[in-house]
């Protein structure tokens, strides 16, 4: 059976043309559609009698002159994709990226994601944030997409997803080449030659930094470590205050667990709305025992600012509140005190010991910004309860 194709732009014999060629052709507007017409005619003949010379049968001749273009166009196919009959210039890894995108950021997860019950999906953060911002609402949090109530316990992580998009490419942010996300961290931290870098002599004072390939030719050129000791005397001093500071702060905290009355609590603030005509949330623990005396802590979002779910650089601070009255012998009643992350918090605290001098006119603490990041704070908030651990010393 032999197939015509005939057309004013060319003739087309199908016994020597691939129909994906064809559709290539016609894609590039080098052959019109509109203008084909086929003719068929029922000849049916036996390709390996066909001919009656010794060469090898026509089929094969075909198939070995066709096998380079076949090549060709399959190279074409794997960038291309069908869309309405025309090819569209798009890479697979960048469809892929658009459909396994977070809904809310648009932008691939970098670490845990999310999905809602209808499965649309949501990276760590945006999750937390969707929670965290129904809390301050007082609202309940839904899928931006569907319009479904999201929380932790309706919401789980599609560990296919996650593997999926580790596996897919992105550019290096310092030498713009492309790796696997999965170890495009560890080449842009370790292994990268462009990747930002300080000089080896910047606790000294050096402040050149630059590609990690002129780091060596600039080591040898800094003036720096011929400089005399007096030059730099200055700068370490500024340097070493920074560092004795951080020490003081743990060298504290280890004297006060040397104290003979020490005592920690793991608490729990649980959410609580005021009684104004414009509710404010605060957070509030159950009374704990410490000392013979019965304490509470409050904690507030962002001192009591107004709309606190429209700011990005959400903050917590905490209050502590002495419930016992005190008697006539305690004039005074110093404690120091520091909140941790405790077993069962879910975000890290960085300790910072507190001292205040309790007494009959003083029984409770002014707010103290807790010390956390904002995107842990949306943690803590998405969260139904905020654990933590609370220590409290007196010499």
Known sequence: ??????????????????????????????????????????????????????????????????SEEDQKLSKLNSDCVISGGFYINKKLEDRIGGILCCTVCLDLPQTSIYQCSNGHLMCAGCFAHLLADARLKDEQATCPNCRCEISKQSCCRNLAVEKTVSELPANCLHCNVMYPRNLLDIHQKEECMERPIKCKYSQIGCSWEGPYHELESHCLECAHPNKPAKDIMEFLQENNSKIQEEQNTLGQLVNFLSYEKVCFNDLQFKQYK????????????N??????????????????????????????????????????????????????????????????V??????????????????????????????????????????
């Open 287 to 352: 009374r704990f025992n410490a000392f013979f005396h019965q304490w509470v802590l409050k904690a507030r979002v962002n001192d009591n600012q107004k709309n606190p779910n429209l700011t990005l650089n959400r903050y917590l601070s905490f209050q502590l509140i002495l419930k016992s009255k005190l008697s006539s012998s305690h004039t005074s009643f110093p404690i120091s005190f520091c909140a941790l992350k405790g077993p069962f918090g879910e975000v890290p605290i960085n300790p910072r």
């Open 1 to 66: 059976m032999t197939m015509n194709f005939s057309s004013t732009a060319s003739t087309i014999n199908f016994n020597t043309y691939d129909s994906r060629l064809l559709a290539a052709e016609i894609s590039q507007n080098s052959i019109e559609p509109t203008s084909l017409t086929y003719s068929m005619s029922a000849e049916v003949t036996n390709p390996s009698t066909s001919t009656g010379s010794g060469d090898e049968p026509e089929y094969k001749k075909i198939k070995l002159v066709n």
């Open 354 to 395: 507190h001292t205040f001098e309790f007494n009959q006119a003083k029984m409770e603490t002014d707010f103290i910004k807790l010390n956390i990041k904002a995107t842990d704070c949306n943690k803590l908030l998405a969260s139904k309860t905020i654990n933590f651990r609370f220590f409290m010393f007196q010499p």
């Open 274 to 285: 005021t009684d104004e005509i414009t509710p404010k949330l605060y957070f509030e623990t």
